[in-house]
């Protein structure tokens, strides 16, 4: 298992998703504590550090999501430079 693979033992649930051509990023400060907040305008998700534990692991995950995220946007260059685009006038 990789570090951004899930645990087989937790069930994973999907709460909605976000459409990237929307998104707002945002680092606020919510009871003295650092809330990296994302949302579309319509669902909003936060990332805590988390109560208790370790700052390095907050850390590291902060890290494997800012990697995993580097990542998709190259993929989607890949793809995107691989279909015609569609303001263009070409069919897709």
Known sequence: MTDSEPDDDLAVVSLGSLDLRG????IVVDEGDLVLEVDDGD???QFEAGQGGRWEQSILGAERLS???REFAEALKAQ???IPSRRAGNPV
Request: aromatic share 0%; charged share 25%; glycine share 8%.
């Open 23 to 26: 998104l707002r990023t945002r």
């Open 67 to 69: 990697s995993v995220a």
């Open 80 to 82: 995107g430079a691989r």
């Open 43 to 45: 669902v909003q998700v």
